[in-house]
């Protein structure tokens, strides 16, 4: 089988909820519950997107909570991607029950509006579909 993608709707592709004030204040972008199929993390290398973020903002992190989407005997491991570019390795969330961990990351700049996704590295055991809620950190130089 080939790794699936499960892509953004059209209407979700940018976040409505984000706000680019305050300079230098450590800020959270907000992404809703995305549902996550099972045929995006039944095989390693599949993609589920989660949603934009606009550009000139330094992320720093992510708080992610995520329903069990591994009946199995827990394997799921996923890691964060921005435009393709791994930011987070090793996320269990997902694996049992409803966890909200939070995830640091090397300060990265976005260029222009970039996705940011999830990749599976070791792909469910017995994948169920479930949700994933998003929170990035990050800080902007606007004003």
Not at 96 to 111: E, H
Not at 119 to 128: D, G, I, R, Y
């Amino acid at each position: 089988m080939t790794a699936a993608t499960q892509a953004l709707s059209a209407t979700a592709w940018k976040g409505a909820n984000y706000v680019n004030s305050g300079g230098g204040a450590l800020r959270i972008h907000a992404f809703d519950a995305v549902t996550v199929e099972t045929t995006a993390i039944d095989e390693q290398n599949d993609i589920f997107e989660i949603g934009y973020l606009p550009a000139g903002i330094t992320v720093h992190g992510f708080i992610v909570k995520a329903t069990d989407m591994d009946t199995g005997s827990a394997a799921l491991v996923t890691k964060i991607r921005l435009n393709g570019a791994d930011l987070v390795t090793g996320v269990t969330s997902g694996q049992t029950g409803v966890t909200t961990t939070a995830f640091y990351c090397a300060p990265t700049t976005t260029a222009g509006y970039e996705i940011v996704d999830f990749k599976v590295t070791t792909a469910a055991a017995t994948a169920a579909q479930g949700t994933v809620t998003v929170r990035v950190l990050y800080t902007s130089a606007a004003a």
